[in-house]
């Protein structure tokens, strides 16, 4: 599975946009890009996923540029809410079967200040 | 309604006892998980379950064995525990169904954790 590089920390204030750039300089043609949001004490709560692009839902959008390989997670209006770990996370879906295994690298974590 | 729970929250043991972690979800999934996240905040996948069957193991030490007694529940046994098996253990869950065709990567719904410390 492609390996993923993030910035160890950010730092932003509320109502701010943040971006998180993802670089995955070994993706590969079929792998797709996903991002888990985890707060402390809590588990990894799915955010978002594209293959190329541009991918928007309510939370965040995630852009992708022609050559994939990196992708950046784009948080509108960040709120105190929004402090959390974010891991970016690259690799092929499952088989038809339907299982599938995630690597997650040592993410992002966002701290969002008054 | 939690979607995924795990029992205990929080476990507290001396090295060499034996303990369980149970894990269910009432999402109708076909496919369960267990991670391990170590003081470092790395999250690694330890095994996986398709309906029962066992379909992903990890380089995991024997002491760790799973348990799947229906698609709904894993648990996860632990023997002779270890300072180094101190950790949160996060059970997640995902659709798998079987036949699906798409190679899209299926979210996976993850529990609260289990905090184990082996003392």
């Known amino acids: 599975l492609a390996k993923t590089t993030q910035p160890i920390s950010m730092d932003s204030y509320e109502g701010q946009e943040v971006n998180i750039t993802c670089s995955h300089n070994?993706?590969?043609?079929?792998?797709?890009i996903t991002w888990y949001q985890q707060f402390p004490s809590q588990g990894p709560r799915f955010i978002i996923q594209?293959?190329?692009t541009k991918v928007t839902n309510e939370v965040a959008s995630l852009f992708i540029p022609a050559d994939r390989k990196s992708s950046t997670l784009s948080l509108p209006r960040v709120s105190l809410s929004d402090t959390a770990v974010y891991y970016c996370?690259?690799?092929?879906?499952?088989?038809?079967?339907?299982?599938?295994?995630?690597?997650f690298g040592a993410g992002t974590r966002l701290a969002v200040h008054p | 309604d939690t979607a995924v729970s795990q029992t205990p929250k929080y476990l507290v043991t001396q090295m060499g006892n034996d303990k369980s972690i149970k894990c269910e979800q009432n999402?109708?999934?076909?496919?369960m998980y267990w991670y391990k996240q170590d003081s470092k905040k790395f999250l690694k996948i330890m095994f996986s379950?398709?309906?029962?069957?066992?379909?992903i193991n990890e380089t995991v030490p024997n002491r760790f064995s799973p348990k799947s007694p229906d698609k709904a529940h894993l648990n996860l046994h632990i023997n002779s525990l270890e300072l180094g098996d101190s950790a949160v253990y996060f059970c997640?869950?995902?659709?798998?169904?079987?036949?699906?065709?798409?190679?899209?990567?299926?979210?996976?719904?993850f529990g609260p954790g289990t905090r184990l410390l082996v003392l």
């Open positions: 997640a869950s995902s659709l798998g169904t079987s036949g699906r065709t798409s190679r899209l990567q299926e979210t996976q719904y």
């Open positions: 070994n993706i590969a043609t079929n792998d797709y």
């Open positions: 999402l109708g999934h076909d496919t």
């Open positions: 996370l690259v690799g092929e879906g499952g088989s038809p079967g339907g299982y599938n295994k995630l690597i």
């Open positions: 379950y398709n309906n029962k069957e066992l379909i």
């Open positions: 594209g293959y190329k």
